[in-house]
T-cell receptor
Framework: AQTVTQSQPEMSVQEAETVTLSCTYD???????LFWYKQPPSRQMILVIR??????QNATENRFSVNFQKAAKSFSLKISDSQLGDTAMYFC????????????????FGKGTHLIIQP | GAVVSQHPSRVICKSGTSVKIECRSL??????MFWYRQFPKQSLMLMAT?????????EQGVEKDKFLINHASLTLSTLTVTSAHPEDSSFYIC?????????????FGPGTRLTVL
């Protein structure tokens, strides 16, 4: 079984600042995916960014980027030029690769970090 | 593209009754869907994997006779909470995997808030 740990229950930064959310995980799998999801007050889960474990290059999506350290099992999310609309719960999630056998797998989520962007 | 809907968005029922929640993939086919449960101010917990045309796979600790899952078509999975009790009150979220696309990405529905009185 895998576990995902987010050690920051809440973070608050000023608009336009850069913020980093931390995530560590534990698994015995070799092939897997890591995700960051955003859950605003509407509670709709929104995919922010994904990373394939076999890729060494860190994923980036506009203002969002990750620092993936496979050996350390660390997967942090950096948000640059933060905006008021970034205020939300952020969940780090793990999924075993379909190529590990057994078809598509469910996600294991961390407990989340409540990010507040102050004007 | 990749839109998933859930119905109803909110439901209130009396203790002892059964409630059915629908999860639909609107613009893609989904061989596999997932059901999650989220308690207030907590994370999402995987309840079960729903596979079209076969029995669902339940996570440890989830009662399969209480949470009935049916995935009768490639675009619809239903979760029925049978003989609901107040402790079943929660936010239920489904996700779907596009069978014809990127199978490592799940698309989430907007969730259903269940309140059992």
């Amino acid at each position: 079984a895998q576990t995902v740990t987010q050690s920051q229950p809440e973070m608050s930064v000023q608009e336009a600042e850069t913020v980093t959310l931390s995530c560590t995980y534990d698994t015995s799998e070799n092939n897997y995916y890591l995700f960051w999801y955003k859950q605003p007050p509407s509670r709709q889960m929104i995919l922010v960014i994904r990373q394939e474990a076999y890729k060494q290059q860190n994923a980036t999506e506009n203002r969002f980027s990750v620092n993936f350290q496979k050996a350390a099992k660390s997967f942090s999310l950096k948000i640059s030029d933060s905006q008021l609309g970034d205020t939300a719960m952020y969940f780090c999630a793990f999924m075993k690769s379909i190529y590990s056998g057994g078809g598509a797998d469910g996600l294991t989520f961390g407990k989340g970090t409540h990010l507040i962007i102050q004007p | 593209g990749a839109v998933v809907s859930q119905h109803p968005s909110r439901v209130i029922c009396k203790s002892g009754t059964s409630v059915k929640i629908e999860c639909r993939s609107l613009d893609f086919q989904a061989t596999t869907m997932f059901w999650y449960r989220q308690f207030p101010k907590q994370s999402l917990m995987l309840m079960a994997t729903s596979n079209e045309g076969s029995k669902a796979t339940y996570e440890q600790g989830v009662e399969k006779d209480k949470f009935l899952i049916n995935h009768a078509s490639l675009t619809l999975s239903t979760l029925t909470v049978t003989s609901a009790h107040p402790e079943d009150s929660s936010f239920y979220i489904c996700s779907a995997v596009n069978s014809g696309g990127n199978t490592d990405t799940q698309y989430f529905g907007p969730g259903t808030r269940l309140t059992v009185l």
